[in-house]
């Protein structure tokens, strides 16, 4: 395949600043991500120290407070670092995100003094965090989640089982949604778990068609013992606070989904302007031109469907239903986008020895996670038409 550079997204940027810091991503996504990328998903390598890379530069705590090692940077700007990241590995940028979505519930609802003990540390001490909601029975029904937290003096006890975790096994604190109350969202609190504590332990990965290097497990809570002081919010808030970091987590899926699909763009047309046939490169028939042109169309609108959804976070606007709207026409855009690159190389499309196949393996997951992709009908459909009648 053509060597020739790829031409970096032209992108929209609020500030110089901005600008300055995608440069960096982009730097270290072409420097330290990129190449090492297809042997070690291939391996089911993670790669902590790039994590430790991304920390030490700033990078796991972008939208949140500076006040405790936070970045300050609006989403509009946040989503555009993933999508770089994600172009280069999909582990690496999808990793950010679930990071930032674990931050989410203390930086947002936790009292002062849990932000000053906690936040420093999960933000930019080289902490890695896991959400955890979903469990093996309770996945698009998450508020009929079973794992149980049952006061003792000071503390609370938790039990039961978290599926499905990204970073399970390997985080280093562990956001979780348990039962204190009453059947129900209502009875749902959140817990900041220590990744050391006590009685909590994961099983074996799970064995996944795609994104291998990241590590996804049932994270397993057998009697861990919390202090009160690391309840997040009220009791009974959980539910409310898990809802609110997934309407963000779901742009940061959104934002990786568009760095893949534009990946496996990248691949085509460079593929397409090498190939010959007929004494022609195939990039001159009509037919293919066509495709290309159809994917980078797909792509741009969706760039532009996360992007306009985060300037609503960013301006303190309901942004809820555009979320959805973004996870939703982001993620098929991915899953078409990377067919259709496989199609353009042919043969070589189907081997490891080009980065497509992988590309279209790791892009299905996108329309699962953080909310399948039927989820998301479902939110937006009661934004338009309000809640089903039963």
């Keep these: 395949m053509s060597d020739r550079e790829t031409q970096p997204v032209e992108r929209q940027l609020p500030t110089d600043e901005a600008r300055d810091l995608l440069a960096l991503v982009r730097d270290i996504a072409q420097r330290e991500i990129a190449p090492k990328a297809a042997e070690e998903e291939d391996a089911g390598r993670f ?3 790039v994590f430790t890379l991304l920390s030490e530069a700033g990078l796991l705590g972008l939208p949140y407070d500076p ?3 936070g970045g300050e940077q609006p989403y509009e700007v946040y989503l555009q670092v993933l999508e770089e990241l994600a172009a280069a590995r999909l582990t690496v940028g999808l990793g950010v995100s679930v990071h930032t979505l674990a931050s989410y519930a203390l930086a947002t609802h936790g009292t002062k003094q849990q932000q000053v003990e906690h936040l420093p540390a999960m933000l930019g001490g080289g902490l890695l965090g896991a959400y955890c909601l979903s469990e093996a029975s309770s996945g698009s029904d998450a508020a009929s989640l079973r794992t149980r937290a049952v006061r003792d003096g000071d503390d609370w006890v938790l039990s ?6 990204t970073h399970g096994g390997i985080a280093d604190f562990y956001t979780v949604m348990a039962r204190t109350g009453e059947d129900g969202p209502r009875g749902i609190t959140a817990f900041l778990v220590s990744g050391d504590a006590e009685g909590l332990s994961a099983a074996a990965p799970e064995k996944k068609m795609g994104l291998k290097g990241s590590p996804t497990a049932q994270v397993h809570l057998d009697g861990v013992r919390v202090p009160d002081e690391r309840r997040i919010g009220e009791e009974g808030q959980g539910f409310g606070i898990a809802l609110s970091a997934l309407d963000s987590g779901r742009l940061g899926i959104a934002a990786c989904a568009i760095g893949v699909a534009q990946s496996a763009l990248d691949q085509a047309v460079s593929y397409a302007a090498e190939r010959r046939q007929f004494g022609h490169p195939i990039a001159d028939f009509q037919g293919l031109r066509f495709m290309l042109a159809d ?7 969706g760039r532009a469907l996360y992007l306009a959804a985060a300037r609503l976070k960013d301006a303190g606007r309901p942004f809820a239903k555009q979320a959805a709207m973004a996870k939703l026409h982001c993620t098929d855009t991915a899953m ?3 067919i259709d690159a496989v199609q353009i ?3 070589y499309g189907y081997t490891a020895d080009f980065p497509a196949e992988r590309l279209m393996r790791e892009a299905k997951v996108l329309q699962i996670v953080e909310g399948t992709n039927q989820i998301q009908r479902m939110v937006i459909a009661r934004h338009l038409a309000g809640p089903e009648s039963r």
């Design 295 to 301: 994917m980078a169309t797909q792509i741009e609108a």
């Design 160 to 165: 039961g089982t978290k599926a499905w975790i």
């Design 67 to 69: 006040e405790h090692g």
């Design 47 to 49: 790669p902590r120290e």
């Design 345 to 347: 190389l042919g043969g």
């Design 336 to 338: 078409r986008v990377t």
